[in-house]
């Protein structure tokens, strides 16, 4: 992927409104771009680097690193969901994240998400993954899928909290996690 384009994110479909929490704590989801791949970039940077702290390499390197790294990744959940939302996390405006999320068929999918180490805390995540459960109980999908990586047990708690059961491994790495709307 290196100093090759990155491939294009789908067009932007329109999406539920927000609940007024998020809308009154100035949070939005404007469609991600091309132009917000430096700043998309920047963001996985900053939540990959503690990872590489005792890596012996110099800083620059690292940071090629990851820059290659979310290359590569943007690549496979463009390629992998083109039918995909590929939403930003504003607050009054300014990124602090990425929602991604695939809702094109029965089983829908959070794709990622990922918010600013000083935006993670406060309930942004959790009420946008309610959001989505939400969306995709009006909508009527059969399921909600994620995987989250085994080495990340506080974003597993977050999805055991919000009803998602382990349904098995994705990889070595990263567990699958399903939900299931609650029908009358």
Do not use: C
Request: a positive charge; charged letters at 20%; zero cysteines.
């Amino acid at each position: 992927m290196t100093g090759g384009a990155l491939p294009r994110f789908p067009a932007p479909r329109a999406i539920p409104a927000l609940p007024e929490a998020l809308q009154a704590q100035g949070i939005g989801l404007p469609p991600a771009g091309e132009s917000d791949l430096p700043r998309l970039t920047e963001l996985h940077a900053a939540s990959q680097m503690p990872g590489l702290v005792f890596a012996p390499w110099p800083l620059t390197q690292k940071r090629a690193f990851l820059a290659e790294q979310f290359a590569l990744q943007h690549a496979h959940f463009v390629k992998a969901h083109r039918k995909g939302d590929f939403r930003l996390v504003h607050r009054h405006g300014t990124a602090i994240g990425r929602f991604y999320f695939d809702r094109s068929g029965p089983e829908w999918a959070l794709i990622e998400i990922l918010l600013a180490a000083e935006s993670q805390g406060g309930g942004i995540g959790t009420a946008l993954v309610r959001w989505l459960q939400q969306a995709a109980t009006d909508a009527g999908a059969e399921r909600l899928r994620l995987s989250v990586a085994y080495q990340n047990p506080r974003a597993q708690a977050l999805y055991r909290r919000l009803g998602f059961e382990e349904a098995g491994d994705v990889a070595s790495t990263h567990l699958a996690m399903l939900w299931q709307p609650i029908r009358p």
